[in-house]
């Protein structure tokens, strides 16, 4: 008897520090694959499994960016058994019912970039928060209007949809600080509806219906790039700047041309090494109701509906964009 009950006792031992050892999987879902700014959020979700040392992270995602399309994936990684899903929603409504379902499950669900409703996730993760990326921007504006030496200057901002839900808020928070920069005398919005056809042809129009022009910004980064093509083919290089959101590798040809002096987006690699923590903190219950770790950047606080931001979104230019555009 004493044979057999210190064999269960092994047994048991051996269960237990197989239990204590068994890896954290994190399942880190991008809108689509073969996108560069998920393909470095990836990077960043890699690093913050590294530093953690339990933690596998399953970069996965849908080939085209279609809720239907992101579902599928979902129910995947529930099968597989995952112990946190990190999701950049297509559709902040329609994954909610498989989220839900993977809760149900024990699977701990965090959203971030594109953000899920509260009743399909516990942690949303904004990689700014609204009034300063709409601050961010048009502080960016203010400074082109500078680098032209215009003391007062036209600008005018090319959107995504008309009911983008995000691009008007931001546009919002745009107006509300115009006051505090009086450089700036806001002629219009146009809309490209994320079409880069669409978009260059808003902005070919923005430049010939307002022959004062001297700024365009774009809070989209299909808009940014349309824009900057629209300036230079356009022969308004050195007379029209064009800036917003946009990423390194898309945007380093304008800041090269000239058509950018600068531009902002926020750093995929770091929201990606959040979200991997954000999820980490909710599997081993470390995250309270008020704050989660995100890591080497410190903790994130919460509001009531779990929603947190990063910081400011970060500023690209002619200093450093050789260095970002090879990431992403």
Do not use: C
């Not at 080939?63 to 995947?76: D, F, H, S």
């Not at 994130?300 to 690209?316: R, S």
């Amino acid at each position: 008897m004493k044979t057999k009950a210190s064999l269960i006792l092994t047994v048991a031992m051996l269960a237990l520090s197989g239990s204590a050892l068994a890896e954290v999987k994190i399942a880190l879902v991008a809108k689509s694959l073969g996108n560069g700014f998920f393909e470095a959020a990836n990077t960043g979700a890699q690093e913050a499994a590294k530093e953690l040392g339990d933690v596998k992270v399953i970069y996965t995602g849908p080939t085209t960016t279609t809720a239907e399309a992101q579902i599928e994936v979902l129910n995947g990684l529930i099968a597989q058994g995952v112990d946190a899903i990190a999701i950049s929603a297509n559709d902040p409504d329609a994954v909610v019912p498989v989220l839900k379902k993977a809760m149900q499950r024990g699977i701990k669900v965090v959203s971030w970039d594109s953000g899920v409703a509260k009743a399909g996730r516990q942690i949303h993760l904004n990689p700014s928060n609204n009034a300063l990326i709409g601050e961010t921007n048009v502080k960016l504006a203010a400074d082109a209007l500078k680098a032209l030496n215009v003391e007062k200057g036209d600008v005018a901002i090319l959107s995504a949809t008309p009911t983008s839900t995000n691009q008007n808020i931001w546009i919002a928070e745009m107006k509300k600080v115009l006051p505090k920069y009086p450089s700036i005398n806001l002629v219009t919005v146009a809309y490209g509806d994320d079409l880069s056809d669409k978009s260059y042809r808003e902005a070919v129009g923005l430049l010939k219906s307002y022959p004062d022009l001297k700024v365009i910004v774009s809070p989209s980064s299909v808009g940014i790039v349309a824009a900057a093509q629209a300036v230079k083919d356009q022969g308004k290089i050195g007379k029209v700047y064009v800036t917003g959101l946009g990423l390194p590798s898309e945007m380093a040809g304008a800041i090269k041309s000239g058509a950018s002096k600068s531009f902002a987006i926020w750093n995929p690699i770091d929201l990606g090494y959040a979200a991997t923590y954000l999820a980490d903190d909710l599997v081993k219950g470390t995250a309270t109701k008020d704050e989660a770790s995100m890591g080497k950047l410190g903790k994130v606080k919460l509001d009531a509906d779990g929603n947190g931001a990063m910081a400011e979104p970060f500023v690209y230019d002619a200093s450093n964009i050789d260095k970002f555009s090879k990431i992403f």
